[in-house]
């Protein structure tokens, strides 16, 4: 608890003298899990060719002592800080970012597999730092992103010291697109993976063409298809693949809001004599705005239904958020249906008012019926404070 305190000060002080941002703390008591404390900090800083931004967010889990099996848990990590600050800069013809996050892993987390080593392993810390670089000249526009990821475990040997293992791995993407009219572009795109160790069968590239049409039908609908075809090593028997993501929304006046979203993958083996499915879903939305507040807050009710073609699960869910003037309420409800669900019922229900123009009250009650794990009811309350 001392840990969470200290730590709410020092950013805290930190809001005041950076910039403008967000400070979050939330307490939730969960019959399962126990009381854990979660926190955020957001911070911005904007001038004319720079922006700074710095985020930083954690969590503090006091163990339940009356829980028995640590296999029921429903978190990874229980207790960690980590802290992301990145520098863009940026002019009419390019972009340049670079960003550094760490992480510190302290108390009892839950071990987990790495694939291909034996024992279970805690995450200790880790590292992220990486850039991305956008050029636009004419109708020609680049996108470059390389990210290099750094973790460190430990984990114990029977009748032995404790071990400790790091995992690193580096990722790079390049795009290069050309537009052809006010709402057609095609574009190369080319990703590589390297998990940085003696053994490359983790390791990956993929390289696609395609084109992208992002087209207003008129004043109701708007169009937004992405598609392309290309090759990838990760399985070496299926390595043509061809994917495709399509998005329709609608707006009627300012009632009523349908979207309608379509993703799916294909692979084919050498010979393209079969087409094997790969991640795939279909989603369809409707929202009915109710009311619109003085701040340009929405009352809304949605509908949506969304289906997992490739493990045949479908998950249904509403929501209602109501403003009455400062007071807000909402409430949500989601039920898959299928095979091998993530969970069968998930209930959330939240209110918030602001005791200040920059503070924000609010409790939050969630109630999730899982497959493996028993019905489990979390108590959530927070503030959040504008700076």
């Not at 929304?249 to 050498?270: C, G, M, P, R």
């Not at 073609?309 to 409430?331: A, D, P, R, V, W």
């Not at 200040?356 to 979390?378: A, E, K, M």
């Amino acid at each position: 608890m001392k840990k969470i305190f200290l730590l709410i000060i020092v950013l805290f002080y930190a809001n005041i003298l950076l910039g403008e941002g967000q400070l979050s703390y939330e307490i939730s008591y969960d019959e399962n899990e126990g009381i854990s404390h979660w926190l955020a900090s957001y911070v911005t800083s904007l001038s004319r060719s720079w922006f700074i931004e710095n985020i930083t967010n954690g969590s503090f889990h006091n163990e339940n002592k009356k829980k028995n099996n640590t296999d029921d848990t429903r978190y990874y990590l229980l207790n960690y800080i980590r802290n992301k600050v990145t520098a863009t800069h940026f002019s009419d013809l390019y972009l340049i970012s670079a960003y550094l996050c760490g992480e510190y892993d302290f108390g009892k987390n839950i071990k987990t597999n790495i694939a291909g080593l034996p024992y279970q392993y805690t995450l200790e810390n880790g590292l992220t730092t990486g850039f991305r670089v956008n050029y636009k000249y004419s109708t020609l526009e680049t996108e470059v992103h390389l990210d290099y990821n750094t973790k460190n475990y430990s984990y114990e040997i029977p009748d032995s010291m404790d071990g400790h293992h790091t995992e690193a791995n580096l990722q790079g993407k390049i795009k290069s697109s050309l537009t052809l009219s006010k709402s057609l572009r095609t574009y190369i795109e080319a990703y590589h993976y390297n998990d940085l160790n003696e053994s490359s069968q983790f390791d990956h590239t993929q390289i696609y063409a395609g084109l992208s049409l992002e087209k207003k039908l008129n004043y109701i609908h708007y169009l937004g298809i992405d598609a392309a075809g290309g090759y990838s090593d990760i399985d070496p028997l299926f390595p043509y693949t061809f994917r495709t993501e399509a998005r329709l929304t609608s707006k009627f006046l300012h009632e009523w809001i349908a979207v309608a979203k379509l993703t799916y993958n294909i692979w084919t083996d050498n010979d393209m004599d079969g087409i094997y499915w790969g991640n795939a879903f279909v989603e369809f939305l409707i929202q009915k705005n109710i009311s619109f507040t003085p701040n340009n807050e929405v009352s809304k009710f949605q509908m949506s239904a969304s289906h997992y073609y490739l493990s045949n699960q479908t998950l249904l869910k509403t929501k209602l958020e109501f403003y009455i003037k400062k007071l807000m309420l909402s409430i949500s409800y989601g039920r898959y249906i299928g095979r091998n669900l993530p969970y069968d019922n998930k209930f959330i229900g939240k209110i918030a008012y602001p005791i200040f123009h920059n503070v924000l009250l609010s409790y939050c009650y969630h109630f999730q019926d899982n497959i493996v794990i028993p019905g489990v009811n979390t108590h959530s309350y927070g503030i959040d404070v504008l700076f």
